[in-house]
């Protein structure tokens, strides 16, 4: 489709080896969510309330409950389209429906990391990812609403802090264990 947004695999390089690709949580919708039925539920409710001699503010309250809906579905697409994707050698956002952003940073430039978890994160099932850099305040630095979080910290902190050398080992196996399997299916 013309308009749909490039998926995020598209930005990965042959050299590099795809870790982790998540959405992040619903609960960044939460706002959305009570706001859109906020504003529909007043819209509805002092449709109502008016007489029927004010059926042009009705028109224009129901117009305004249809633009709130529109943009509700419109902040859908964009949570729906927004990937994090992780590699062995970066971290890698795309957000946007109609205009693509896309964020990066090098897994080699992390020089700490800080995993948050509130109340209702713990309840839900999310939590944050601050990742710092030498000194510098990156795209990608603070990360909300990650859905699994302990296994998303486990595993940057494992590509971030781990034995470079294990990693190469496995990574070598996944490769070739997944060669093996396609040619297999070749025969």
């Not at 390089?13 to 504003?39: G, K, M, N, P, Q």
Request: glycine share 4%; net charge positive.
């Amino acid at each position: 489709m013309m308009f749909a947004p490039r998926d995020p695999e598209s930005y990965i390089l042959e050299s590099e080896r795809r870790v982790i690709r998540i959405r992040r949580h619903w609960a960044v919708l939460s706002w959305d969510i009570f706001e859109t039925f906020a504003l529909l539920a007043i819209c509805v409710l002092v449709s109502y309330i008016l007489p029927p001699s004010a059926w042009v503010i009705q028109n224009v309250l129901w117009y305004a409950a249809l633009l709130v809906l529109l943009h509700f579905a419109y902040v859908i697409m964009e949570w729906w389209v927004e990937r994090l994707v992780v590699t062995d050698k970066r971290f890698l956002m795309t957000q946007g429906v109609f205009t693509t952003k896309v964020l990066m940073m090098p897994i080699g430039k992390v020089t700490d990391l800080t995993y948050e978890r509130t109340a209702n994160g713990r309840m839900m099932g999310y939590g944050t990812l601050i990742v710092e850099s030498a000194g510098q305040i990156q795209a990608l630095n603070r990360i909300d609403y990650l859905p699994r979080p302990e296994e998303f910290n486990d595993t940057i902190s494992e590509l971030v802090f781990g034995d470079k050398q294990k990693q190469a080992e496995r990574f070598s196996m996944v490769k070739a264990q997944r060669l093996a399997r396609g040619n297999k299916s070749a025969s």
